[in-house]
Antibody, heavy 123, light 110 residues
Framework: EVQLVQSGAEMKKPGESLKISCKGS????????LGWVRQLPGKGLEWMGM????????RYSPSFEGQVTISADKSISTAYLQWSSLKASDTAMYYC????????????????WGQGTMVTVSS | QSALTQPPSASGSPGQSVTISCTGT?????????VSWYQHHPGKAPKFLIY???KRPPGVPDRFSGSKSGNTASLTVSGLQAEDEADYYC??????????FGGGTKLTVL
C-alpha cells in the first residue's frame, strides 16, 4: 500500500527549532513532488510548498517563503519541514501529501496524504 | 495569493444532491484546468476526490463530480449518504508551482 507516515506530535516553546518528517513507502519516492499543507486550529487547509526529492527542487508558497524550510533525503525516502524559531502562531496540524501523476502537470493535485503531525507551540 | 472562496456550509438530505462552489480569479481557477477537490473527515487524512476539474481518481464513486465555469469551480455530490458528511476543500494551481486552497465547506447530511 502506498503511504506517507509522518512523525509524531510535538510540543515546543516559542523560539525553539523543530524538524518534522514524512516517510514515503511502496512507491518511487524520487519521482513524485511532495508537498506540505498547514491547517490552523478550526481553519482550512493552506498550501506551504513542495519538493521534488529526485533533485531537491523546492518551491514555496509566497506566504511561507522564509518562514520554513522544506528538504528531503531520498536515500531514506523522507521529506522534512523545519522551523528555526517557532512562534505560537505556528501551532497547527501539518500534513504532507504526494502530488498525483494522474494530472498532466504532475504537481497540482494531491493523491496520498500523511496522517498529520500536530505541532503545539506554547510557553 | 488569497484563498479561494467557498461557502462555509452546505446541507442536504440523504439521496439528494448538493453542489459546493469554489470561486477564484483568472490567475488560478479561471486560468487553469487544474482544480482538485478533497474530502476531509476531522481527525483523518484528506481524501483525493477530483482532479483536473472533473476527473475522478480510481475508486472514487461517480456520485462525486466536478465542473468549472469561468472563475468558479463546483463539486456536486449526488445521492447523498451519511458518510458524505465532512469538510470539502477545492484547490487550484495558481502558476509558478503554487497551489491555493479554498476555505472549506462543511457538508451536513440532514
Amino acid at each position: 500500500e502506498v503511504q506517507l507516515v509522518q512523525s509524531g506530535a510535538e510540543m515546543k516553546k516559542p523560539g525553539e527549532s523543530l524538524k518534522i518528517s514524512c516517510k514515503g513507502s511502496t512507491y518511487s519516492f524520487t519521482n513524485y513532488w511532495l508537498g506540505w499543507v498547514r491547517q490552523l486550529p478550526g481553519k482550512g487547509l493552506e498550501w506551504m510548498g513542495m519538493i521534488y526529492p529526485g533533485d531537491s527542487d523546492t518551491r514555496y508558497s509566497p506566504s511561507f517563503e522564509g518562514q520554513v524550510t522544506i528538504s528531503a533525503d531520498k536515500s531514506i525516502s523522507t521529506a522534512y519541514l523545519q522551523w528555526s524559531s517557532l512562534k505560537a502562531s505556528d501551532t497547527a496540524m501539518y500534513y504532507c501529501a504526494r502530488a498525483s501523476r494522474l494530472t498532466a502537470l504532475g504537481r497540482d493535485a494531491l493523491d496520498i496524504w500523511g496522517q498529520g503531525t500536530m505541532v503545539t507551540v506554547s510557553s | 495569493q488569497s484563498a479561494l472562496t467557498q461557502p462555509p456550509s452546505a446541507s442536504g438530505s440523504p439521496g439528494q444532491s448538493v453542489t459546493i462552489s469554489c470561486t477564484g480569479t483568472s490567475t488560478d481557477v479561471g486560468g487553469y484546468n487544474y482544480v482538485s477537490w478533497y474530502q476531509h473527515h476531522p481527525g483523518k487524512a484528506p481524501k483525493f476526490l477530483i482532479y483536473e476539474v472533473n476527473k475522478r481518481p480510481p475508486g472514487v464513486p461517480d456520485r462525486f463530480s466536478g465542473s468549472k465555469s469561468g472563475n468558479t469551480a463546483s463539486l456536486t455530490v449526488s445521492g447523498l449518504q451519511a458518510e458524505d458528511e465532512a469538510d470539502y476543500y477545492c484547490c487550484s494551481y495558481a502558476g509558478r508551482n503554487n497551489l491555493v486552497f479554498g476555505g472549506g465547506t462543511k457538508l451536513t447530511v440532514l
